[in-house]
């Protein structure tokens, strides 16, 4: 048997990795001189270095091991599926078991009028399948110059071409030559930085109505599709006005455009419901779906798409369309499992019941902490903004994102992991996360604020 090479030294393993591995959004010349930090193992909440140090995985994962690490069932429904079908493909009028049954089962935990997917190997994948088949529709309705798709500044939606065009991160955009043609956007609904005199409620409506002023400005017979997260996770856990998606909702039904909500991160429990969609009351025409799906134990996102949708895609000939390993037969009964083990452990149920409110609860508090101006947390996904003055909400002299490194660093030291978006701290734990686990958190960030606070009062970066 090939064996995995972790049990060579650290040392050994940071070597290799500096000479032979390039990794994503990575200055890789200075990790190389860093030394990367490798994970070996992990169960529940909780994380194994090479060098055997445990790690609170405060972010599980890239927000996707839902029900957290070390369920077998999920290694067994895998090493099953592998021997009895390790491939097939959905193309060319076949179908293998995994990807009906996951099919059908989404249909059933999703909300009402969502009865068809089309699979992708995750979420950058799926959003592409999203442009193309939001503009099949419209060419299938005799609309072929509804085109363009409306997103949001600092809304992340992928890193290949489509996704990263759909994205409004600037610095991803600076790369590549992107976006694409026929993308639009509008601002984010930030109100904390962006919000200004404002109250929250009107600063919400404000940026929904952007979206009104940009179909008028665009017309509306260019405009296939608006695209946003339910709450913004990789941009910093940014909540949105109590008013904005009502206002989002209104805006999509008096004009002629779909809704596209990106569940990547808000699906199957991370907000404390089976999707973002529902603790929002949002009505989209085309869910993403990808990391939670299958709590990230192998690679599998989608497009579930309603009714109306569905029905004239399907009756519009050939979509040419496809990825090879698209509902792969391995991920797809990894996911089912997964979504079993969801839905009869009750663990969104339980979560609801008993330690969201605790979590939030204390999450909320570490706002009584001097450095932190504003709280954030829906269902398990949370922010603290971090401020010298929370009075006038003002921004630290120093660069975006230095203080947040200096407190990121403090708690990976501390032993959780909670990361920066500029100087916004954010945590999105795996929804398995125990009582107990939520104290051994909370204590871990008040602590590394605390020596953040201690850190920056010293280079003169808080008054
Ligand atoms: N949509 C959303 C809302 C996402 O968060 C994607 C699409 C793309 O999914 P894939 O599976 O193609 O990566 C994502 C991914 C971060 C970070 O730094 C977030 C993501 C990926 C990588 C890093 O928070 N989200």
Sequence with gaps: MNKIINHLPTAELQAL?????????????????????????????????????QI?????????????????????VAYAQMQQLPYYNTFFQTSHVPAIALAAKLAEVSPEGFNHTFFATGGSEANDTNIR????????KGKPTKKIIISRENGYHGSTMGGASLGGMKG??????????DISYIGQPDWYNEGGDMSREEFGLKRARELEAKIYELGEDKVAAFIAEPVQGAGGVIVPPETYWPEIQRICDEHEILLIADEVICGFGRT?????TDYYGIRPHIMTIAKGLSSGYAPIGGSMVCDEVANVVNHAGDFAHGYTYGGHPVAAAVALENLRIIQEEKMIENAVADTIPYLQEKWHALGDHPLIGETNMVGFMGSLVMTPDKASRSRFSADAGTVGLVARGHSFGNGLIMRHVGDRMIISPPISIT?????????????????TLADIKEQGLYK
Excluded at 133 to 140: D, E, T
Excluded at 172 to 181: C, D, E, F, N, R
């Design 17 to 53: 990795d500096a000479a032979h591995h390039m990794h994503p959004f990575t200055a890789n010349a200075e990790l190389a001189q860093k030394g990367v930090r490798v994970i070996t193992a992990a169960n529940g909440v909780m994380l194994t270095d090479s060098d055997g140090i």
């Design 56 to 76: 609170l995985d405060g972010m599980a994962g890239l927000w996707c091991v839902n029900i957290g690490y070390g369920r077998k069932e999920l290694a067994d």
């Design 133 to 140: 088949m939001v503009r099949h529709y419209w060419a299938a």
């Design 172 to 181: 991803m955009h600076a790369q590549g030559g992107l976006p694409i043609a």
């Design 272 to 276: 404390g419901h089976w999707f973002g």
């Design 435 to 451: 009582r107990l686990e939520i104290d051994k958190l909370i204590d871990i960030a008040f602590k590394s604020l605390d020596e």
